[in-house]
């Protein structure tokens, strides 16, 4: 996603940062930060520092109804932009500009079919995120539809993620080296390697 955010964003040589997950009820990292891409400006430790700080200022300001950390930002503190939350995780990201961070969250979100299709752009309206207000192609990508092994009812489980909506066409399951092994396509969703 880095190189479609590059399409319509001049990266400035950039091509990576720190990526982490959050459990937004227990403030647990699901995903602790990690490296995305290339770091070459030796700004790994700091990216990391932001990358926790986006996630956990913007969950304890889930109580005031905030949804994306560039609500609370304060660069005079560096307290950036670059978190979202989808309701029940807070994705983050740090190594570019504060609105290709968030840009790059969204795409990732949505492309993991975590937040639906408008929500991108009622996010980017808050924060002005020109990216994603003029380049609605960057939300064509395939969507990964994830079904954990663990609810599979052959394995005793339940079957798919109650959590996830019901989508009667699938987009294509994506494997990549976050599903390989972790997740299996829906019936009948047609799969792809990579993005």
Same mark, same amino acid.
């Given at each position: 996603?880095? +190189?479609?955010?590059?399409?319509?964003?001049?990266l400035e040589g950039k091509i990576g940062g720190m990526f982490c997950l959050m459990d937004e009820a227990t403030g647990?990292?699901?995903?602790?930060p990690t490296k995305i891409g290339e770091i070459a400006n030796g700004k790994k430790g700091q990216y990391t520092a932001?990358?926790?700080?986006?996630?956990?200022?913007?969950?304890?300001?889930?109580?005031?109804? #905030?949804?994306?950390?560039?609500?609370?930002?304060? =660069?005079?503190?560096? +307290?950036?932009?670059?978190?979202?939350?989808?309701?029940? #995780?807070?994705?983050?990201?740090?190594?570019?500009?504060?609105?290709?961070?968030?840009?790059?969250?969204?795409?990732?979100? #949505?492309?993991? !079919?975590?937040?639906?299709?408008?929500?991108? #752009?009622?996010?980017?309206?808050?924060?002005?995120n020109r990216i994603i207000l003029d380049n609605d192609y960057l939300f064509w990508l395939p969507k990964i539809v994830?079904?954990?092994?663990?609810?599979?009812?052959?394995?005793?489980?339940?079957?798919?993620?109650?959590?996830?909506?019901?989508?009667?066409? =699938? !987009?294509?399951?994506?494997?990549?080296?976050?599903?390989?092994?972790?997740?299996? =396509?829906?019936? !009948?969703?047609?799969?792809? +390697?990579?993005?």
């Open positions: 996603m880095l +190189k479609q955010l590059g399409f319509v964003s001049d647990l990292m699901v995903i602790e932001f990358c926790r700080e986006k996630a956990t200022r913007l969950r304890e300001n889930r109580a005031n109804g #905030h949804f994306q950390s560039w609500e609370s930002r304060d =660069p005079e503190s560096d +307290k950036w932009g670059g978190a979202i939350s989808d309701g029940n #995780h807070i994705w983050s990201f740090s190594g570019l500009t504060e609105e290709q961070d968030e840009a790059l969250m969204l795409m990732s979100a #949505h492309s993991c !079919g975590r937040i639906m299709n408008g929500a991108p #752009h009622s996010y980017a309206e808050g924060s002005n994830f079904e954990d092994l663990e609810s599979d009812p052959e394995e005793g489980g339940e079957g798919f993620d109650q959590n996830l909506p019901e989508d009667p066409t =699938p !987009g294509p399951f994506v494997i990549s080296p976050i599903t390989a092994g972790r997740y299996r =396509p829906r019936p !009948g969703q047609p799969i792809v +390697k990579g993005l």
